[in-house]
């Protein structure tokens, strides 16, 4: 060996593997670099990831949209747009001092979430925004379609999806799946079009009002019913629970109330 | 290192012959899970290769200043970093492929085979030798993948890469799909027959049993 070399980084890495120095450095070398790595990635594409995101619910709505009869009809005839709304799920009318584009900021706040009780908390939430933004599709004065964004627990994590309601407010005329991470094969058809083709024209409640809603366990029997998925019992209840909170009181009840009042 | 490296036979050797998921019965979950169709599986053998190459590559190329006592968990360091990124990428440039995943890409991580590659060639070899095994290993890996995943998807559904090949009932056709082909089990099913036809028609590949059963001796008088 000639004189000590002067470059710390040389010295460190010529030293034994076993000794002490060593590992410890090699060990937070890895960790350093691995965690620049990882950080430099998701941070330089989230942005690209937000967008493709927002493309992609925005597309599952349109599909919802055209995939309704008569609705990309009627799509064109009112300049090929949705309204948007934010409403005040508490009182189902149209919010006061929330709009589309103060939406994000008024989420952020904690003061705009309600925690939801156990007993009523079928979706598995724990607790719910005040405010939500719907989509309308109106025919005239009347409305014809309204789209109702609904999330709840599955089996792997929360399952988000859009509900499309016809103007009765008890028709369903159709289902996307925006984000699930249920078990491929099996719970994950939730977002196959096969199954969400069994949705269209089930009815949620019965001529008394009560929700009769129901995921079939198989194939579906009755006009509340839907088909089943074979293998993913956990994920058709809880697409069931689902749907009956954010249709029942706690969710959009008060807003279907308040449309066939004839308030909106 | 006196051993020369051989670039074909390398590559070549886990094809079949030391094919890590029907040989060495090495990441076997992964394989379960994504072989419902032969697009999913394709995918997710691509994203394991590169994952594996590259791992492998990493590895190697540091593996003279790696301790003994920390080896496994740098060598997971590195893996799951390079999954997180792949993933990363992924859902940035190639959305739909990523959707069709899900927690898949994530899983490659505790791929035993990902780990059994860089643990037993990765850590001895240069970079060069230790990419082109890992690559070989990948597309055996693919190999028992695409095989498990065309005969699913065809028993289970009647179709290759999504289109029709057998007619199913519901379409007037006489094919009845076997649902349970589309259920893990059935995975097992196919794992379990072709490694049979495998070491059938390789009998060297067969394991000596553990145990021989003791003779039968005449009953004491």
């Not at chain 1, 789209?147 to 627990?153: D, M």
């Not at chain 2, 780990?115 to 890996?141: I, K, Q, S």
């Not at chain 2, 259920?183 to 009998?203: D, H, N, Y």
Request: proline share 6%.
């Amino acid at each position: 060996m000639a004189a000590r070399d002067l470059n710390p980084l040389r010295r460190i890495l010529s030293l034994p593997n076993d000794s002490r120095a060593k590992t410890v450095f090699v060990a937070f070398a890895v960790s350093a670099i691995c965690a620049v790595l990882v950080s430099g990635a998701t941070v330089m594409l989230r942005p690209i990831q937000a967008a493709n995101r927002a493309a992609e619910e925005q597309a599952r709505i349109e599909a919802l949209v055209r995939g309704v009869p008569g609705m990309s009809e009627l799509l064109e005839e009112t300049g090929g747009t949705l309204s948007t709304v934010v409403i005040d799920l508490g009182s189902g009318r149209a919010s006061p001092d929330v709009t589309p584009e103060t939406l994000e900021t008024a989420l952020a706040d904690p003061g705009n979430w309600s925690a939801i009780e156990a007993g009523d908390d079928l979706a598995g939430l724990g607790q719910r925004p005040d405010v939500a933004q719907i989509y309308l599709l109106r025919d005239g004065e009347r409305i014809s379609l309204v789209l109702l964004p609904i999330s709840g627990q599955g089996y792997n994590g929360r399952i988000d999806a859009i509900l499309a309601l016809r103007g009765d407010m008890n028709t369903i005329a159709g289902i996307a799946v925006t984000r699930h991470s249920e078990t491929p094969g099996l719970g994950g058809r939730i977002e196959e079009a096969a199954w969400q083709a069994s949705w269209p024209g089930t009815e949620v409640r019965d001529d008394e009002g009560t929700i009769r809603f129901t995921v079939a366990r198989g194939t579906a029997s009755s006009i509340h019913e839907v088909d089943g998925i074979t293998g993913a019992t956990r994920t058709s209840s809880a697409m069931t629970r689902i749907v009956r909170f954010w249709l029942g009181p706690e969710g959009y009840g008060p807003f279907l109330d308040a449309v066939n009042r004839g308030e909106f | 290192m006196a051993e020369t490296f051989r670039f074909w036979p390398t590559l070549t050797e886990p094809l079949v012959r030391q094919n890590p998921v029907t040989l060495q019965i090495l990441g076997i979950c992964s394989a379960l899970a994504v072989t419902t169709s032969l697009a999913t599986a394709l995918t997710m053998s691509a994203s394991l290769t590169v994952v594996l190459t590259l791992s492998a590559g990493l590895i190697a190329s540091i593996r003279r200043h790696i301790p003994d006592t920390i080896r496994l968990i740098v060598q997971i360091v590195i893996i799951a970093s390079l999954v997180i990124v792949i993933d990363q990428l992924l859902q940035a440039y190639l959305a739909e492929i990523s959707r069709a995943l899900s927690v898949f890409v994530g899983l490659i991580t505790t791929n035993c085979l990902v780990l059994g590659r860089t643990e037993a060639y990765a850590r001895h070899h240069p970079p060069l030798p230790a990419m082109v095994d890992a690559f070989g290993n990948g597309l055996g890996y693919s190999l028992a993948l695409i095989v498990i995943g065309t005969l699913r998807e065809l028993l289970g559904k009647g179709e290759v890469f999504g289109y029709e090949v057998l007619a199913p009932v519901s379409s007037g056709g006489w094919f009845t799909p076997l649902n349970l082909m589309l259920l893990p089990p059935a995975a097992f099913f196919m794992l379990g027959l072709l490694v049979w036809a495998i070491r059938s028609a390789r009998p060297e590949q067969a394991e000596a049993p553990d145990h021989v059963a003791p003779m039968p001796r005449e009953p004491a008088e």
